[in-house]
């Protein structure tokens, strides 16, 4: 019965070693060393996602720094531009899939670390950087107006659950994401299998349809109602990536289609709102179009399809993404002011563009890869230690006249502690 449970809701994969009754395996594993296979075709899609959220502020959102609506400096493109919105939207569907795929097989303290090394370092320089420039110089755009404690308490990346403004407008995402990690980070320690998987994220996508029609409160920052559904599908995707297709995964993935049509159409119909569809062309089909293209090509990765992708700059465009989602707003703001009536638009862009590359290399680089390599080992030493301890704690005292083991911790009980009396005396 629980292999016919298996194959029909988890994959054909879904069995104890990655076997299939009759042989075969699972369609993907975990890399042979313990960690995982990096798949350059979602590199490649990080990147395409990062390029739509920077074509979105620099040549559709950021009317603050051109003086005028920029799609009206960059009309013939402005439809596409428009739905670089939803190049979040991709982060949070790859981030599901990525997620899943990195908790599973570890335990929560291990990817506790993993997650830490790798979004902490990058973020931290950009929230000093911002908080050095807007200090020390009389750059306006984007200037967040924090207190120095205001960006003290961005470091932790949990400011908006603490009440204090973001240094960057594009950090929002971050305590979305960050939201997301805590949730897998329980589900780790609850122990994750494959039918908890399935139940849980049915359960999730049920639970946020309700939470997100009420009024926004506790329920709303747990759930992350509005942004289930992009998770929620990454995480089916993933399944199917590695056990193979089934009825109950990609009835989840059709779920949260449904779900993120209506999402994703509300938030950019809001953006429109403010606006005007004529500063903001994005119709209502055109977003449901870009919503199933990016289900269609997530979909496509799923099922092997673009496998073929293995080129080895695929990596570092992956790696460049994050960096230059962090601070691509931050460079516009310095950038576009300052030469947007001396400088063809498209070539401001481009120059902006450019800029934000090369910082994000030097990050990647200089930032990011020393501090993973200090931090990693010496997280992983102390949780191997605390580990340690632990059980040392646990084991059981010495029988009458065996010498305890070295570093032997005995538990002492309440009576013991307190004396016969109950006076701290024996």
Do not use: C
């Given at each position: 019965m629980s292999l016919r449970f298996d194959r029909l809701f988890a994959g054909r994969g879904a069995f104890p070693g990655g076997k299939r009754p009759g042989g075969g395996t699972a369609p993907a594993r975990p890399a042979a060393n313990g960690g995982h296979a990096r798949l350059g075709e979602l590199d490649l899609l990080r990147f395409v996602a990062a390029l739509s959220v920077v074509a979105f502020h620099y040549m559709a959102a950021s009317k603050s720094l051109w003086g005028v609506q920029p799609t009206r400096i960059f009309p013939s493109v402005a439809p596409l531009t428009t739905l670089g919105i939803l190049g979040v939207?991709?982060?949070?569907?790859?981030?599901?899939?990525?997620i899943l795929m990195s908790v599973m097989g570890r335990?929560?303290?291990?990817?506790?670390?993993?997650?830490?090394?790798?979004?902490?370092?990058?973020?931290?320089?950009?929230?000093?950087?911002?908080?050095?420039?807007?200090?020390?110089?009389?750059?306006?755009?984007?200037?967040?107006n924090l207190s120095p404690t205001d960006y003290v308490v961005n470091l932790t990346m949990a400011q908006q659950g603490l009440g204090v403004g973001h240094a960057s407008g594009v950090y929002w995402s971050?305590?979305?994401?960050?939201?997301?990690?805590?949730?897998?980070?329980?589900?780790?320690?609850?122990?994750?299998?494959?039918?908890?998987?399935?139940?849980?994220?049915a359960a999730w996508l049920v639970v946020a349809a309700y939470v997100g029609n009420q009024d926004p409160g506790l329920m709303d920052m747990i759930v992350i109602p509005h942004h289930a559904p992009y998770f929620v599908a990454g995480m089916a995707f993933y399944l199917i990536y590695r056990y193979g297709s089934s009825l109950i995964t990609w009835a989840l993935v059709g779920a949260s289609y449904a779900f993120a049509l209506r999402e994703a159409t509300e938030r950019v119909a809001g953006r429109v709102k403010l606006v005007g569809v004529k500063d903001f062309p994005a119709p209502e089909w055109a977003v449901m179009l870009a919503i199933t293209v990016i289900f269609l090509v997530v979909g496509l990765?799923?099922?092997?399809?673009?496998?073929?992708?293995?080129?080895?700059?695929?990596?570092?465009?992956?790696?460049?993404?994050?960096?230059?989602?962090?601070?691509?707003?931050?460079?516009?703001?310095?950038?576009?002011?300052?030469?947007?009536?001396?400088?063809?638009?498209?070539?401001?862009?481009?120059?902006?563009?450019?800029?934000?590359?090369?910082?994000?290399?030097?990050?990647?680089?200089?930032?990011?890869?020393?501090?993973?390599?200090f931090l990693k080992p010496r997280l992983t030493a102390s949780l191997r230690a605390a580990r340690d301890l632990s059980a040392k704690v646990s084991e059981p005292p010495?029988?009458?006249?065996?010498t305890p083991q070295r570093g032997y911790i005995r538990t002492v009980s309440v009576p013991e502690l307190l004396g016969h009396d109950g006076r701290g005396t024996v």
């Amino acid at each position: 019965m629980s292999l016919r449970f298996d194959r029909l809701f988890a994959g054909r994969g879904a069995f104890p070693g990655g076997k299939r009754p009759g042989g075969g395996t699972a369609p993907a594993r975990p890399a042979a060393n313990g960690g995982h296979a990096r798949l350059g075709e979602l590199d490649l899609l990080r990147f395409v996602a990062a390029l739509s959220v920077v074509a979105f502020h620099y040549m559709a959102a950021s009317k603050s720094l051109w003086g005028v609506q920029p799609t009206r400096i960059f009309p013939s493109v402005a439809p596409l531009t428009t739905l670089g919105i939803l190049g979040v939207e991709l982060f949070f569907i790859i981030s599901g899939f990525v997620i899943l795929m990195s908790v599973m097989g570890r335990t929560a303290g291990e990817f506790a670390i993993s997650r830490f090394t790798r979004l902490f370092p990058a973020y931290w320089f950009s929230v000093v950087a911002i908080f050095l420039l807007y200090t020390f110089t009389n750059v306006q755009g984007f200037r967040p107006n924090l207190s120095p404690t205001d960006y003290v308490v961005n470091l932790t990346m949990a400011q908006q659950g603490l009440g204090v403004g973001h240094a960057s407008g594009v950090y929002w995402s971050l305590w979305v994401e960050l939201r997301f990690y805590v949730i897998m980070t329980v589900f780790a320690l609850i122990g994750i299998t494959v039918r908890r998987v399935l139940i849980f994220m049915a359960a999730w996508l049920v639970v946020a349809a309700y939470v997100g029609n009420q009024d926004p409160g506790l329920m709303d920052m747990i759930v992350i109602p509005h942004h289930a559904p992009y998770f929620v599908a990454g995480m089916a995707f993933y399944l199917i990536y590695r056990y193979g297709s089934s009825l109950i995964t990609w009835a989840l993935v059709g779920a949260s289609y449904a779900f993120a049509l209506r999402e994703a159409t509300e938030r950019v119909a809001g953006r429109v709102k403010l606006v005007g569809v004529k500063d903001f062309p994005a119709p209502e089909w055109a977003v449901m179009l870009a919503i199933t293209v990016i289900f269609l090509v997530v979909g496509l990765v799923a099922v092997h399809a673009l496998s073929w992708m293995r080129w080895r700059g695929l990596v570092t465009l992956g790696a460049l993404t994050y960096p230059l989602y962090l601070l691509h707003q931050t460079v516009s703001a310095v950038f576009i002011p300052a030469y947007e009536e001396s400088l063809n638009g498209w070539l401001l862009v481009a120059i902006t563009l450019g800029v934000s590359l090369a910082l994000s290399h030097l990050i990647w680089r200089f930032v990011e890869k020393p501090a993973q390599r200090f931090l990693k080992p010496r997280l992983t030493a102390s949780l191997r230690a605390a580990r340690d301890l632990s059980a040392k704690v646990s084991e059981p005292p010495p029988k009458p006249g065996q010498t305890p083991q070295r570093g032997y911790i005995r538990t002492v009980s309440v009576p013991e502690l307190l004396g016969h009396d109950g006076r701290g005396t024996v």
